[in-house]
């Protein structure tokens, strides 16, 4: 069984954009790292895409950011949220048993909290991993607390 990658929310309005700040961008080469290690293990990667961040006028309305955005593929899932959890992600991961999910992006006290706590509802047997070296928040008490609840959930919260 194939595990899943799901990056959330790297798009340029939250790394250096009108949302950004200096740790988003820091964590790009980490989370492009694990993209690459996906795909040549077979596994799925998903971009969940903030609404708000959208480009209509552009080739590529996601706005992934940097070497994340040149590693997207045209097969790969892309799921718009309008909010901070995803009722899409839930419901295909409802839909697909995977081995183990991660998520990686931002921010990781907001929309990362609350995309893996819907990734461990519809699959609450399966693994949910959080590498820290692939998350970041602008506010460091709120990124510890926000961490400190993935773990009570019984979340695996790595550090590579």
Request: hydrophobic fraction near 45%.
């Amino acid at each position: 069984m194939k595990s899943c990658l799901v990056v959330v929310d790297y798009q340029t309005r939250f790394v250096t954009g009108v949302d950004g700040f200096p740790a988003a961008k820091e964590i790009e080469q980490a989370i492009a790292g694990r993209i690459l290690e996906y795909r040549q293990n077979g596994g799925d990667v998903i971009f969940l895409c903030d609404e708000a961040a959208r480009v209509t006028k552009s080739p590529d309305p996601t706005n992934l950011y940097g070497a994340v955005g040149e590693l997207r593929r045209q097969e790969d899932a892309v799921i718009w949220k309008g909010s901070f959890g995803s009722g899409l992600l839930y419901r295909l991961l409802s839909d697909v048993q995977y081995a183990a999910i991660e998520l990686a992006g931002l921010t990781s006290y907001i929309c990362l909290l609350a995309n893996a706590v819907l990734a461990q509802a519809a699959q609450p047997e399966t693994p949910i991993i959080i590498d820290l070296s692939c998350t970041a928040g602008p506010d460091h008490e709120l990124h510890a607390a926000g961490i400190a609840v993935m773990r009570a959930l019984k979340m695996q919260v790595i550090e590579r």
